[in-house]
Nanobody, 115 residues
Framework: QVQLVESGGGLVQPGGSLRLSCAAS????????MGWYRQAPGKQREFVAT???????NYADSAKGRFTISRDNAKNTVYLQMNSLKPEDTAVYYC?????????WGQGTQVTVAS
């Protein structure tokens, strides 16, 4: 039973920082790409960042220079360090991985950026 559980969301002021975590269970995610996506109210879910098994990262243009994705394979956990947060970053953030043809998603963690 594969499960992804996000944590670390909350309310932060513009310019502030937040660190999200995604803990995986029921799977050793070391061989797989892990990613973060987000969905704001009234909008479709969008790509934020991914990290490969070898540590290669990719970011959405909106995240480049501000967000950092990382992984700790020993802890089966992926992180998203979010700096210089803007109100437009407000969304539910979801952890994701794909194993063969199967996609796994967490339930999401709310990030709200407001003064």
């Amino acid at each position: 039973q594969v499960q992804l559980v996000e944590s670390g969301g909350g309310l932060v002021q513009p310019g502030g920082s937040l660190r999200l975590s995604c803990a995986a269970s029921g799977i050793d995610f070391r061989p797989y790409v892990m990613g973060w996506y987000r969905q704001a109210p009234g909008k479709q879910r969008e790509f934020v960042a991914t990290i490969s098994s070898g540590g290669i990262t990719n970011y959405a243009d909106s995240a480049k220079g501000r967000f950092t994705i990382s992984r700790d394979n020993a802890k089966n956990t992926v992180y998203l360090q979010m700096n210089s947060l803007k109100p437009e970053d407000t969304a539910v953030y979801y952890c994701h991985t794909r194993v063969d043809i199967l996609n796994y998603w967490g339930q999401g963690t709310q990030v709200t950026v407001a003064s």
